[in-house]
DNA sequence: GTGCAGATACACT
DNA sequence: GTGTATCTGCACG
């Protein structure tokens, strides 16, 4: 199963896109990565959880473009995170490539990541980045464009579940995080644990040590 | 298993 | 100017 999806396949709104996106395989060059895990986000003003729920910014411009297009972007101030755009230029709205499993290129990927057990080298949002190598360069990407970016067909292989995004009040009543039951190599992360209190604190102890200095 | 440090882009005051 | 963020790696138990 190698055949290529086409753009229509992203021509749909998220929460839809991203159950049928489970099993199909990522490839950027030579290494291809088997999604096992996503998350969808939605449209400006409707899902808090989106970077395009405030409206359109130059970092989140890729996501109101055409469908089937790479959004890459930074985070924390050390990692990236890749989305694929859903819907019609215009609207804004991505799915997250939460977690995967390598299925090509797995010496390329081990050398970029040297260390790591084959199951965590996609394991999580960011690994999966790093283990296909996107970054801002990438961000923009087509994935129909005839470059090194292709989706190709797949099918999951297991039971596909969902659940509530966690701290998102908007969408608590709609599960848009979907995986494979039982793979190994979904992410095992926590309901995103607000942790704004501890955080806070630290950056207040720090802040004052500085000024003591 | 749990807890924390890291360091940048951006929205908001 | 300030606070948060679609998180990971490492230290520790």
Redesign the pocket.
Known sequence: MSDLLTRDFFDRPTHVVAPDLLGRIVQFGPVGVRLTEV?A?GLPGQDP???TY?GR????AVMFGPPGFLYV???????F?A?IVCLPEGLGS?V?LRAGEVVAGLDVARER?TG?KDR?LAR?????A?TLAFGRAQNGLDCFGGGPLRVLAGSPGGKIMSGPRTGVSTGADTPWRFWIDGDPTV???RA?V?R?N???L??AVRSAENTDL
């Open positions: 998350e986000y959880a989106s970077h405030r910014t130059p970092r989140n972007y930074f985070t924390y101030g050390m990692h995170c989305n991505a997250l990541r790591v965590d999580g949002p960011a690994r999966l790093m992410s095992p992360y995103h607000p704004r501890d955080r806070v630290r950056k």
